[in-house]
C-alpha cells in the first residue's frame, strides 16, 4: 500500500487505467479511504482506486505565474 500525505497536500498519484496505460494525477488531496483516493486537479476531481496506484508522493506547490515578455523589436 502507498503511504500518501494528509488531505489538504499537492501531491501525484500514477495509476494504471483499464486500459492498462499508466497515468498521473497531479494536485490537492481531498481524500483518502481504503479503497480509493481523490485529487483535485486540472482535469477535475479524480477517484481513483487504491488497488490502481502504482506510486503516489507530495510535491511542492507549483511555481508562480511567468511575467509576459517584452518585445524587444519596437
Not at 24 to 41: I, K, P, Y
Amino acid at each position: 500500500m502507498v503511504n500518501l500525505p494528509e488531505p489538504g497536500r499537492r501531491v501525484v498519484v500514477r495509476y494504471i487505467l483499464p486500459s492498462g496505460q499508466a497515468t498521473d494525477a497531479l494536485g490537492e488531496l481531498l481524500s483518502t479511504d481504503a479503497e480509493s483516493v481523490t485529487v483535485d486537479g486540472k482535469r477535475g476531481v479524480e477517484r481513483i482506486p487504491r488497488p490502481a496506484i502504482i506510486a503516489a508522493k507530495e510535491v511542492p506547490p507549483p511555481p508562480a505565474p511567468r511575467r509576459p515578455r517584452l518585445d524587444s523589436s519596437s
